[in-house]
Every structure is written in C-alpha cells, then in structure tokens.
C-alpha cells in the first residue's frame, strides 16, 4: 500500500484558500469475500463505440462479473465471437503477462510478442486505489454529484459535493466499486453522471447523464435547469433592448506607433428590465475600422484588423467630444492587444 498526498495550493495561493490538497491511497488490497470463497465468474467485458478508428471500436475482454478483476492478462476476444456480459467459457493460458524488461530485451532483438489472445489467470493479490481532493476556503462549486463509470475507465466510481465558499470535497475509486458499476453501467463507452449545480440563480440538474455529451434526443428527464433566482418569478425574466442609438460620426484613432487610422464611432442606448420591473438604461460605445487596425503580425494572411463594441461607463452623447473619448479608448484597446501579440510595426523600408 502507497500513502501520499499534494498540496494543491502551493504554486498559486489564494487567500480565500485555506487547505487544497490531493490525497491517495494506492495498491489497496481488494476484499472481495464472496469471490474468495467461491471463485471469480468470468464473463466477457469490454465495449463497442461509435467512435475512434474502426479497429478499436470494438473490444473484448474478460473480467469477473462480481468483483470486475480482470484477468492477467485479460484476453483480447474477437467481438464478433463474444456479446458483451455473456459468461466466458473459453480457453484460458496459464502463462503469465511478459514484464516489461522482457518485452523490452525482444524488443531490442526485432521481436514483437504476439498480442495474447485468450485471458490468462486471475490475478493473485487483487488491488486498487481511493483518492480525494479537498479544499476548504473558497471552492468554485455548489452542488453534489455522483459518477458511475463505463468498462474502461480509470475511475470507476467518483463523487464531489460543493459548498462555495465553505469548501468541496472529491473523491473516487480505482478498481474498487466494479460490483455497482457492473450492475448499473455494464456496457457501452459512457460514463453516467447523476447531481445537481446552482449557478448565476439557476438550479441544474443531471440524471443518469452521459458524462461530456448533450444530445438533442436525450430524454427531458435527463437534463433540465430552472431559475431559484426569486425575481424571475416575481418580476419576470430580464430582457436587453437597444432603445436609441447615435448617426456614425468620423474619428481619428492615433497609435503610439505615430500611424492614425479613419475610424466611425457611435454609441447604443441599451436598456434592462424585468417584466414587471423598473427599466434601467446604459450606453454601448462602438468603433468600426473599415481597413482595420493591425495589431499582430501575419506571416500568411497579412497583418489582423480590428473591430469591437464595449461598454465605456460615462460616454452618452451629452459628453461633447465623445467621438475623441471613443477614438482614445479604442486606441487604449489596440495598445494592449498589440502589447499581447507582440506586434512588431511595418519599418520604413517595408513601407
Ligand atoms: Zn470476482
């Protein structure tokens, strides 16, 4: 058995994190009495997806219907010989996995060991591992949720609950847990996620979900969101509406470079508002460059152009000059990207 554990919060310590620390336990011997006492029930395991390249979208092994202990080494059956879950009753070998040092001494004379088809024996000592991550502090979640993993994967079973700003604590298994996860999720490539988030005032909700994958045809339980923000339900949804919006006036956009370029400016009148609710308003300051502003070097395409639309608090059309404030700020904006890309000016000659 192996002990250790990372401090997650050396290299960028925040404040609000007050412990970040990973902890595992690996080579855990697996119980497993039922087995012990009556032997494995080996039937065949493995997968069949829709994706990857066309000779690995199929594979087959063998692995103990109770506990998941596989083999060494566990056989690579023909798919389509051996269903996925029926009992395996075929040949096993006695001979045991190459190591790896005498994999590497064939290997070094030419020889390739053939890829060993049929499963050899179980293994003697049956081990796995548990880990946890923990955070006390700041955490970046509020919700809980359970994962319940496929025939392939690492990680057969994990878990985390989120606390905010209280913390969040995750765990998961390796190798342990195949009893649950040959019962709920015996084939296919997908891992199954089941639990809930809040976020931004809404309450999300997975069941039985593919982990990583939204489909159109997925049933309506299996996902859904709904607002716990209580001013949806009192005042309504908020909606955005440009309300007005200035004429396009000219402006000139000089670069600490010394080059200027002709530029419109104009500013929007937005406005937010709740159903029934009060309305507030803002102004949306935009540039446009026809030729656009360079702000990063091209090898192939020539040098990028530019155009943006953001909010500058304090620019209405009340404010004289501003197309100038506008023309300075896109200017600002530019300098930065400019400074981000490492934009290196046209020199005379080139020009
Ligand atoms: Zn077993």
């Keep these: 058995m192996h002990r250790f554990t990372i401090d997650r919060n050396k290299d960028r310590r925040d404040p609000r994190v007050l412990l970040h620390r990973s902890f595992y336990l690996s080579d855990l011997p697996r119980l497993m009495l039922a087995c012990r006492l009556t032997g494995h029930r080996p039937v065949v395991d493995g997968y069949d997806s829709k994706y990857g390249p066309e000779e690995q979208r199929r594979a087959r092994w063998v692995a103990c219907d109770r506990c998941g202990v596989r083999p060494e080494p566990q056989g690579h059956l023909d798919p389509d010989e051996w269903n996925l879950g029926q009992p395996y009753t075929g040949p096993t070998v006695t001979a045991r996995r190459l190591s790896p040092i005498v994999v590497k001494q064939l290997a070094r004379k030419g020889i390739t060991p053939r890829l060993q088809t049929e499963p050899g024996p179980w293994p003697a000592r049956p081990e796995g591992s548990l880990g946890a991550e923990l955070v006390i502090g700041r955490a970046h979640t ?13 990680q057969v ?20 847990g195949t009893w649950v996860q040959r019962r709920l999720n015996p084939t296919g490539h997908q891992s199954r996620e089941t639990g809930f988030s809040i976020f931004h005032g809404r309450l999300s909700w997975d069941l039985w979900a593919k982990r990583g994958e939204w489909n159109a045809s997925d049933p309506k339980w299996m996902h859904g969101s709904v607002s716990i923000d209580p001013r949806d339900h009192l005042l309504g949804p908020t909606r955005n509406r440009k309300v007005s919006e200035t004429e396009k006036v000219p402006a000139v956009v000089r670069m600490p470079e010394g080059d200027t370029h002709d530029v419109t400016v104009h500013l929007e009148q937005w406005e937010t508002r709740r159903t029934r609710g009060r309305a507030t308003t803002y102004w949306m300051a935009e540039w446009d460059c026809k030729a656009g502003i360079p702000v990063r070097n091209h090898d192939w395409k020539g040098d990028a152009t530019y155009s943006c639309s953001w909010h500058i608090e304090g620019v209405t059309p009340d404010t004289d000059r501003w197309p100038h404030i506008i023309a300075a700020a896109a200017a600002e904006q530019c300098t930065r990207d400019r400074a981000r890309y490492n934009y290196r000016a046209p020199s005379k000659e080139d020009a």
């Design 157 to 176: 079973l994990a878990g985390h609950i989120g606390l905010g700003p209280l913390g969040a604590l995750f765990v998961h298994s390796e190798r342990f």
């Design 142 to 154: 509020i919700g809980a949720q359970i994962k319940v993993g496929n025939p392939g994967s690492e």
